[in-house]
Nanobody, 122 residues
Framework: QLQLVESGGGLVQAGGSLRLSCVAS????????RAWFRQAPGKERELVAA????????AYADSVKGRFTISKDNAKNTVYLQVNSLKPEDTAVYYC???????????????WGRGTQVTVSS
């Protein structure tokens, strides 16, 4: 199995920043692509950022372009999400995921972390 553990969430004021981390266990699935999703209460899960593990190409949802940055450290099996200029509407549980398919296809992600809460106050 591939186990993913997120960290770095918290309570911040509007305009603030956080750096989320997601560590994957083992090396068996080291080449799987990675992504960050978020889900707010009463709303559908949203794919916000994704990255090709081997090459580093990235993709972002329109709602976060220019504010969020996904990056990775292959040697540490870790993917990061730098979230800047946070808005109250960014409040959600943020999940990392891994999969072998196209990075901008939610169906490609078969492995999920438990999530980390990001709360942005007005």
């Amino acid at each position: 199995q591939l186990q993913l553990v997120e960290s770095g969430g918290g309570l911040v004021q509007a305009g603030g920043s956080l750096r989320l981390s997601c560590v994957a266990s083992g090396r068996a699935f080291g080449n799987y692509n990675r992504a960050w999703f978020r889900q707010a209460p009463g709303k559908e899960r949203e794919l916000v950022a994704a990255i090709v593990w081997s090459g580093g190409a990235t993709a972002y949802a329109d709602s976060v372009k220019g504010r969020f940055t996904i990056s990775k450290d292959n040697a540490k099996n870790t993917v990061y999400l730098q979230v800047n200029s946070l808005k109250p509407e960014d409040t959600a549980v943020y999940y990392c995921a891994a999969g072998a398919g196209p990075i901008w296809s939610a169906a490609a992600y078969a492995y999920w972390g438990r999530g980390t809460q990001v709360t942005v106050s007005s």
